[in-house]
């Protein structure tokens, strides 16, 4: 079973940094995508950014120059560093990965979603 472990999030003023990680444990064949997306009250989940198993990374543009996502492969771990937070970044954080799996003599993709983490920041 697969499994998405967060650390969790904070309390932070404007203009502070955050770290966030998250591991990925289980029958895990393939990392094909991992990254964040976040849901403040009120609004739709979005996508914060994401990276590819070639490195390639994708950011919202409201999150571009301040946030950098980053994976350690040998650890099936994907951080976001979040830097220069605004008010406006106050959400629930949830990490994603697209992962090829093996189960039961079985090969297959499935999206993976961790628990949320919230990270509150105060003007």
């Known amino acids: 079973q697969v499994q998405l472990v967060e650390s969790r999030g904070g309390l932070v003023q404007a203009g502070g940094s955050l770290r966030l990680s998250c591991a990925a444990s289980?029958?895990?064949?393939?990392?094909?995508?991992m990254g964040w997306f976040r849901q403040a009250p009120g609004n739709q989940r979005e996508l914060v950014a994401k990276?590819?198993?070639?490195?390639?990374?994708n950011y919202a543009d409201s999150v571009k120059g301040r946030f950098t996502i980053s994976t350690d492969s040998a650890k099936n771990t994907v951080y976001l560093q979040m830097n220069s937070l605004k008010p406006e970044d106050t959400a629930v954080y949830y990490c994603y990965a697209d992962l090829q799996v093996y189960d039961s003599g079985y090969y297959y993709t499935k999206d993976y979603w961790g628990q949320g983490t919230q990270v509150t920041v105060s003007s």
């Open positions: 990276i590819r198993n070639d490195d390639l990374t």
């Open positions: 289980g029958s895990i064949f393939r990392i094909n995508n």
